[in-house]
């Protein structure tokens, strides 16, 4: 079996040859420019792990992973519109660099194109590849849907929380090692296995982003903490704190979130210690911890060898358990 | 063979329960609503027609005229947000009536809905009935950045502009017969002739449209003549006459679009002058006839009997010679 590092070395090779030199150029620039920015690339490695685990060719895998990193990519590009977010990944985002108008259109394009990639599997899966695809790209809208009605809403609930960032950013996890599976010939019990490990894994994911945002080392999260705070981001901190606090404490952090505190040190500061008084951190470790665990289950139960169990246990502990 | 009216009467029925009953509300509503507005569906219509041609069942094309229907409505979504058009088909865009956000978010779900129809397809016409799908929705993509380029360009040709026009409107009709045909058992020549046959159709619709905006019947037509002219719209009648008229009558026709005239009626008539004197009006009602005869060379090769023929060059003779 490939390392995690091998796939991504092949991957990125493989994205490089599908640079487009189409017209218009205003179109397709933003779209060299998005896929050229890089990521982990976490996503479409693990289509090619899924795969290689069942004994696939991985080159048979390579158009799914690309449409997955490309549907992936078309979704920063119209999020990025939709909040206003100038920088990712260090660079100016679509909108900002060219307009609204090019990064809706460029955005759709995109997503055209990784239904275009998605479709060259053999036809004898490719309905269940693409049901897969199709459901996914729903579910994520429905999720980034939840996330902007959060944006207004003081009563969100810790649950309502899990189910957005499932559909904004596990169920893609699921849909990358699932599609990975169906093409490497996996039985249908088996990717479904995958998909929920990958659910798992991807809500850790997303608590531990959570986490780090506010709580990381700065040195080694490579960016200054307190961004959520900043924006005022209902995070799992955020709502568990709500969940368990005193009316006071409640009320205090709903203030804090309110006021348009012109010292944001302060701000941070207040925050990060109400969430200390009452353990969110701790709370939050152990509820990724939880998440961990109940991946592991669907991990053992897997009918794969040792060793690539082993794989796929480091690769979960280092997206789960990372500090930046 | 079914009428028109018929196929658009079935048509509508299957829509009205396609309505999306999931959540969340912000969501679906706007699809809903979109939906509902109407049109005349030509599109989907043309796809259930051609499948019923050769022979096919057109229970199973339903999900393909769908998945047309929605990929157009998708377009117009997001087109309305691009062009700041705060009303289609007399009732407020998507993004006036909610906002551009739920516009962005909303149109995408219908772009990955209407995969979800046209996936539905027998396993053996899947690959190709998708491969038209893809590249239309690419081309679709790009004709309209064509269009948004050329608004602030002022050496556009109107070869430029026929290629823009072909990509964003045309290829949607191409791609409605085609994939209708493909669902019906149509030998890939006969689809490939139909396809052209519509590119033709679908020229000649849009510059009767142009034709009809300027010169047309209000009491007719539907609306008062004159919306491209006020709106600087580089139309085929405007891009004729740069072509066609001397310096003095190209500086003045620039310099009418290029001021912001006051009055309105001031403004129509003298543009409207300009075209007249160069008997654009005419040379455009030729183009037309053009286009309709090099459809009309496809229609005749067609492998179908006499009655069928005469179906579809009624309705191309209903899209390209209407008055409204």
Known sequence: MHSFEELLSIFEDRLKQEKFSRE???????????????????RPVLTLMACDMFGGDINEALPQAIAIEMFHN????????MDNAPIRRGKQ???????????????????AYAYQYAQKADKDVLQDVLSV???????VCEGQQYDLNYETRNDVSVEEYINMIRLKTAVLFGASLKIGAIIGGAKPIEADK?????????????LKDDLLDT??????????P?????SNKKTFLYLKTLELADTKTREKLISLYN???????????????????????????????RYFDAANIDLNSLDVSVNIKAELYNLAHKMIHRDS
């Open 24 to 42: 218009p150029e205003e179109l397709y620039s933003p779209i060299n420019y998005t896929l050229a920015l890089g990521g982990k690339r976490i």
């Open 74 to 81: 078309f979704t920063l590009i119209h999020d990025d519109i």
């Open 93 to 111: 985002t679509v909108y900002k660099k060219w307009s609204p108008n090019i990064a809706i259109l460029s955005g759709d394009t995109l997503f």
């Open 133 to 139: 695809f199709n459901q996914t790209a729903i579910e």
């Open 194 to 206: 995958l998909y929920s490990f990958a659910l798992s894994i991807g809500l850790g994911f997303q």
């Open 215 to 224: 709580f990381g080392d700065e040195a080694v999260f490579g960016k200054k």
């Open 226 to 230: 307190g961004g959520d705070i900043l």
């Open 259 to 289: 006021s348009d505190n012109k010292n944001e040190e302060e701000k941070i500061n207040s925050v990060k210690t109400i969430f200390k008084n009452l353990n969110i951190d701790e709370i939050t470790e152990r509820e990724i911890d």
